[in-house]
């Protein structure tokens, strides 16, 4: 073997072994292969004492690939390191590094931001060292996460029962519960409104009242809105007339946020999956010239496309739409994005999405679809609109009315199945005319609260407040949902737009996050702590002082819940314990919520929710005949009566109703079945 290339992804692996030829091997990790051990104090695998020295252990599913890795390591002339171009790809190749025993200084490590022949063999011509910035960013941010997560998942557990707590998860699930409290909170304040209906050379428009005294109309009781109604029963007077022009710029081309927003309004699809289907564009489909990368790397913040991409964009749109159709593509990265690489885009636009639907999956075609129509649009000449509004005005009242429509489709040539847009035209229409309304109404309202957050309206408030980054949006919802702190269902019933719905559990996790943690479990502090770990994988910063000052942040508050946060109550269920009288609690347990006694661990009855009471042994008046005791009447296991005695567990008889003795199943020479008459 002369060339072997280590990747995680096994398709990945295939595809770029296509490129490469036979003078490489290429194959997969499979993901990390090791992480943080949970050993040493507190399980947490990394020695604070000793500036903050992190132990790393193989996973366990991880041995036998790792094994066979060394093998093949070890027969090779080279070894390339080609994991996914971002902080975690870095991380895993220097772990794989430490593993195989490659050399500190190797240049071995080999990036690229799409899958295709060119990009992959460029890269191979052009290796680098392993950057350890950004492997110190990402080991950072991993025993953050191992630390906030350990200590207060165990004081959770512990004090109010919660499964876990995360830097980012908790502060994405705060979103949540807030926006609920709001919701709750809220106050709903009756409005009315009164709209007029006009006819003009036969064609219908309505104009709503905006202005009363030249002030904004503010109509609070039905009352107030009659009286205007009654004062317009004569002509209007168009007393203003104007029309526009204004042209739409096409959006940006997709980076993660905005590709599972816009794949969650528009195709309806989990920010999960949306990442896997990308994560399979990317890694390559065979779309009959052998596996190919299809879109650009999925996980990124910036909108930059290459010059190659553009020019190539530039000549099909003049091609197929017309030179009118081209348009300029400037960069305009938000202030907090790492600009690693490209935004999301086809890897070759002559992959249109017809060409290659047969060879996709629907889900496929349809996310792809999407991703090529927005890169190709972002190149696109804006759209234009003309527009006119008109003001009618009688005494004191102004009504307003507005249409729009579209004169130049431009980048919406491409994109505008995705863009909502529907024109409305106005009749002809002169200043000075006057009109009589057709009809006037008014109708009550009632302000609403702030709706709650959708997929995509959570994933855009994290973005915008610098919670997380592209890679972590996905991962985040997840937790949260599978702790059991919020729940995704329908707005109403008669809503198919689904929304977070905080549980209880949840709400209980933040207010005692917020009563202790307020200081490190909060927007600012997560978006600022992301920025140091910019920093860090910027070489600008020291993650020994970040994790130092964390530190030091996060143990005084630590200790004072553990002091004063009180510990959760179990909920009684109203019923007594059949074995000791004592009162019986829920509880949860590994496998769920399960009845328990209150006097645990003197009395240890215990019963699964759905099932039946345990009977009360009932008094029989008979005597024990081996130790004087009382015989009680007891229910067994498989629901049949018998008579054991009081003293059990010191006295074991046992007999039938019918006063013949039991012998349990194993005593003597007997082969009973649990009862048996004797000779």
């Known amino acids: 073997m002369k060339n072997l290339v280590i990747v995680e992804s096994p398709s990945k692996s295939k595809t770029i072994q296509k490129y490469l030829g036979s003078d490489y091997t290429v194959v997969s990790s499979k993901g990390h292969i090791r992480d943080l051990a949970i050993k040493g104090k507190d399980g947490l695998g990394v020695d604070i004492d000793n500036g903050f020295a992190p132990t790393y252990e193989v996973s366990k599913d991880k041995k036998d690939v790792l094994k066979e890795l060394k093998k093949q390591a070890e027969k090779a002339d080279a070894v390339y390191l080609a994991t996914d171009p971002d902080r975690e790809g870095e991380a895993i190749?220097?772990?794989?590094?430490?593993?195989?025993?490659?050399?500190?200084?190797?240049?071995?490590?080999?990036?690229?931001?799409?899958?295709?022949?060119?990009?992959?063999?460029?890269a191979f011509r052009s290796p680098r060292s392993i950057d350890m910035d950004l492997v110190h960013s990402q080991e950072t941010r991993r025993i953050l996460d191992r630390i906030i997560g350990f200590k207060l998942s165990k004081l959770l557990n512990s004090k109010i029962k919660s499964k876990s707590a995360g830097r980012v998860q908790s502060v994405a699930l705060k979103l949540i519960v807030e926006r609920e409290k709001q919701i709750q909170a809220f106050v709903p304040v009756e409005y009315w409104t009164v709209e007029a209906d006009f006819t003009r050379s036969r064609k219908k428009f309505t104009a709503s009242l905006s202005k009363i005294n030249g002030a904004k109309a503010e109509l609070h009781n039905q009352e107030e809105a009659q009286a205007v109604v009654d004062a317009c029963q004569g002509p209007f007077t168009i007393?203003?007339?104007?029309?526009?022009?204004?042209?739409?710029?096409?959006?940006?081309?997709?980076?993660?946020?905005?590709?599972?927003?816009?794949?969650?309004?528009?195709?309806?699809?989990?920010?999960?999956?949306?990442?896997?289907?990308?994560q399979r564009l990317y890694e390559g489909i065979d779309v009959g010239r052998g596996q190919e990368g299809l879109i650009t790397y999925m996980r990124t913040d910036s909108t930059r496309l290459s010059g190659q991409f553009m020019a190539a964009a530039s000549d099909k749109i003049g091609s197929e739409y017309g030179k009118e159709y081209r348009g300029f593509y400037r960069m305009n990265n938000d202030a907090n994005a790492q600009d690693a690489h490209e935004a999301i885009r086809p890897t070759d636009l002559a992959n249109e999405p017809e060409k290659i639907k047969e060879y996709l999956t629907n889900e496929q075609y349809r996310l792809y679809k999407l991703i090529y129509a927005r890169a190709l649009a972002s190149q696109m000449s804006a759209a234009r609109f003309a527009g006119t509004s008109v003001t009618l005005t009688q005494d004191i009242y102004d009504f307003s009315a507005s249409g729009s429509s579209m004169t130049f489709d431009g980048w919406l040539k491409v994109y505008g199945d995705y863009y909502a847009n529907k024109d409305v035209i106005l009749p002809e229409l002169n200043e000075g005319e006057e009109l009589t309304a057709d009809a006037i109404r008014s109708d009550q309202h009632f302000t609403e609260p702030p709706a709650r957050y959708t997929e995509a309206r959570l994933i855009k408030e994290m973005e915008e407040d610098g919670i997380g980054r592209p890679s972590t949006y996905a991962q985040i919802i997840d937790t949260i949902q599978?702790?059991?702190?919020?729940?995704?269902?329908?707005?109403?019933?008669?809503?198919?737009?689904?929304?977070?719905?905080?549980?209880?559990?949840?709400?209980?996790?933040?207010?005692?996050?917020?009563?202790?943690?307020?200081?490190?479990?909060?927007?600012?502090?997560?978006?600022?702590?992301?920025?140091?770990?910019?920093?860090?994988?910027?070489?600008?910063?020291?993650?020994?002082?970040?994790?130092?000052?964390?530190?030091?942040?996060?143990?005084?508050?630590?200790?004072?819940?553990?002091?004063?946060?009180?510990?959760?109550?179990?909920?009684?269920?109203?019923?007594?314990?059949?074995?000791?009288?004592?009162?019986?609690?829920?509880?949860?347990?590994?496998?769920?919520?399960?009845?328990?006694?209150?006097?645990?661990?003197?009395?240890?009855?215990?019963?699964n929710i759905e099932e039946t009471p345990k009977e009360k042994p009932e008094p029989t008046g008979k005597v024990c005949p081996e130790c004087g005791g009382e015989l009680l009447k007891r229910r067994s296991r498989y629901n049949t009566y018998f008579l054991g005695c009081s003293n059990y567990p010191s006295c074991k008889h046992m007999e039938t109703l019918e006063g013949e003795p039991i012998v349990p199943k194993g005593k003597g020479s007997r082969k009973t079945s649990g009862r048996r008459k004797t000779k």
């Not at 220097?94 to 060119?118: C, G, K, M, S, Y």
């Not at 689904?498 to 209880?504: D, L």
């Not at 200081?519 to 997560?526: D, M, P, R």
């Open 93 to 122: 190749s220097w772990h794989l590094a430490q593993e195989l025993d490659l050399p500190e200084d190797a240049e071995d490590r080999v990036t690229f931001h799409e899958i295709t022949r060119n990009a992959v063999l460029n």
């Open 239 to 278: 007393t203003s007339l104007k029309h526009t022009e204004k042209s739409v710029s096409p959006f940006k081309p997709f980076i993660t946020s905005t590709l599972q927003q816009e794949a969650s309004t528009k195709l309806n699809f989990p920010a999960k999956r949306t990442m896997s289907v990308a």
């Open 482 to 607: 599978e702790r059991g702190y919020c729940e995704l269902k329908p707005a109403g019933k008669k809503s198919r737009t689904k929304v977070f719905f905080p549980t209880e559990q949840g709400t209980l996790t933040v207010e005692k996050l917020d009563e202790f943690f307020s200081g490190i479990i909060n927007t600012e502090y997560t978006a600022r702590m992301e920025n140091d770990l910019d920093g860090i994988a910027g070489g600008q910063m020291d993650e020994l002082a970040i994790l130092g000052a964390f530190w030091q942040k996060f143990v005084p508050m630590l200790d004072k819940a553990y002091e004063q946060m009180e510990k959760l109550a179990p909920e009684k269920t109203g019923e007594v314990c059949p074995e000791c009288g004592g009162e019986l609690v829920y509880r949860k347990g590994r496998y769920g919520k399960f009845i328990s006694c209150s006097n645990f661990p003197k009395c240890r009855y215990t019963r």
